[in-house]
């Protein structure tokens, strides 16, 4: 199908955060308006940022503030993680870890990637956003930013986004 409409959503500034109970919401968010409930909405997503060593976060979709289950990995069948969302908490749609420790893990900014076409059945205004959690209590994780966050000559930055394509269906 042909290309109807593209949005995107950036997130310039830092996120910080260490919830393992639930998904917390990132800033990372975008809305578009599907002409007609056939249509399709191609979502792609680019995150940059870091995790404490030795831990990894998981990044899951949501569309109006539900997940999006077909967006969610399904290859751990373990019970050691929590069940949110009817999913166990390491099975999701990215992962950003897992920090090794060595010299340099302070500095260490992870870029992932995903993409996922999505059958929403709306015309309706459709906020997308993505939401991450911790591997284990006492994980924090930083969006845009590496652990370090220092005034020196290793430190870095980028920005994450969010972009969303309606397709014809």
Not at 13 to 41: H, L, M
Request: charged share 15%; glycine share 10%.
């Amino acid at each position: 199908g042909s290309v109807l409409q593209v949005v995107q959503g950036v997130l310039k500034a830092s996120f910080d955060g260490n919830n393992y109970d639930s998904y917390e919401q990132t800033g990372i968010t975008a809305t578009i308006q599907p002409s007609s409930t056939s249509n399709k909405v191609l979502v792609e997503a680019h995150i940059y940022g870091s995790v404490d060593k030795g831990r990894w976060a998981g990044i899951r979709l949501y569309r109006g503030g539900s997940v999006v289950t077909g967006a969610i990995s399904t290859a751990y069948a373990g019970s050691h993680y929590n069940v949110i969302d009817g999913h166990r908490q390491n099975n999701n749609w990215m992962v950003m870890g897992y920090n090794p420790d060595d010299t340099h893990h302070d500095n260490l900014v992870y870029g992932v990637s995903g993409k996922y076409l999505d059958s929403p059945s709306s015309t309706s205004s459709l906020t997308y956003d993505l939401r991450i959690i911790g591997r284990e209590d006492a994980t924090s994780y930083y969006i845009n930013r590496p652990v370090a966050n220092k005034d020196n000559d290793s430190s870095v930055a980028a920005i994450s986004t969010i972009t969303l394509t309606e397709i014809a269906g």
